[in-house]
């Protein structure tokens, strides 16, 4: 679980007999801890009543509960196209720099804030520039206070580790995260980022050991080690785990074993894509790939199913377009085809949205919008009630009043 320097062939050892305990309770709030449940925020020790080993089963399907509820993110294509469940999986796939780790922190900042609860962040195996930066957001964002009553906990096992603790450094922040559902009755969110290197420094160990490698080099317990890990997340009659969970996607191929792997135990499943990125749309969600269970008429209601189904079917439409304008250009097309690609592209535009967390980047000051406002904005775009105005007003904003005020800014400007 740590480097091996110092340690000699011969030297006693000691067997406690115990698999690892970690401290649990709200003793470990405001705290970053180790894979071993020891601070490493300088900040002395934990002085918790509780202590819970980090090897448990899965709760039995009679203490399970299935009550569908949509989860409010703030969050304008996610609420729309691919709602998240309260006390459901939600994965975030992506590619190497297309805004993964900004997407959970916003999460945190709408989700954490908004909801009375416990959240549990678990870095495994990511840059530790970035928890650190995350710890000092959650302290000036009032998440984390350093004399007062915090919200969340940290775990991390970065990339510097060895391959032991980052695959088990999961299983710390989710036994935390299951002792304020089970002891407590919260309901407790869990980010984890990044559950890729949970199952990479798995294949690292399984090369260790001797183990013939199976697909692609992945270690042959690839499932049984998922499965193990993702069981545990689950909502129980005493309370919830919402986990949220990135998944680095490997040369940007979601066929490859262990985000294929990763799919079969999500509820939601946020892609993120290169190609939106590479036009300036960010989050940059993929409409058309991103999926939830959801999305059905008897849990988000008529209007919203069939709102979300017609921007699907406008944006596919486009999609089956481009490859005619990029041949013989706009000119060629129907006129039902131009409104069609006008509007596509305004609704393309309009998804992108404002982050509070890359407030310092972006120079936008970032944006909540509330599901009604959503439906309402989305609403009226496909409705045409706004086929006058320019593109450029529906660039990151957040509903669509402040679209047909940048659109005032913007004639003011050219006039």
Known sequence: MDGTEGLVRGQGVVDTGAPITIPVGSECLGRIINVIGEPIDERGPINAKHHAPIHADAPAFIEQSTVPEVLETGIKVVDLLAPYAKGGKIGLFGGAGVGKTVFITELINNIAKAHGGYSVFCGVGERTREGNDLYHEM????????????????????????????????????????????????????FIDNIFRFTQAGSEVSALLGRIPSA?????????????????????????????????????????????????????????????????????????????????????????????????????????????????????????????????????????????????????????????DTIRSFKAILEGKHDNLPEAAFYMVGDIDEVVKKAEDIAKQSA
Do not use: W
């Open 139 to 190: 302290q000036l964002s009032g998440v984390i206070q350093l004399d007062g009553a915090s919200k969340c906990a940290l775990v991390f096992g970065q990339m510097n580790e060895p391959p032991g603790a980052r695959a088990r450094v999961a299983l710390t922040g989710l036994t935390i995260a299951e002792y304020f559902r089970d002891q407590e009755g919260q309901d407790v969110l869990l």
């Open 216 to 372: 692609v080099g992945y270690q042959p317990t690839l499932s049984t080690d998922m499965g193990g890990m993702q069981e545990r997340i689950t909502t129980t009659k005493k309370g919830s785990i919402t986990s949220v969970q990135a998944v680095y996607v490997p040369a940007d191929d979601l066929t490859d074993p262990a985000p294929a792997t990763t799919f079969a135990h999500l509820d939601a499943t946020t892609v993120l894509s290169r190609g939106i990125s590479e036009l300036g749309i960010y989050p940059a969600v993929d409409p058309l790939d991103s999926k939830s269970r959801l999305l059905d008429p008897r849990v988000v209601g008529i209007e919203h199913y069939e709102l979300a189904t017609n921007v699907q079917k406008t944006l596919q439409n486009y999609k089956s377009l481009q490859d005619i304008i990029a041949i013989l250009g706009m000119d060629e097309l129907s006129e039902e085809d131009k409104l069609t690609v006008e509007r596509a592209r305004k609704i393309q535009r309009f998804m992108s949205q404002p982050f509070t967390t890359a407030q310092v980047f972006t120079g936008f000051e970032g944006r909540l919008v509330k599901l009604t």
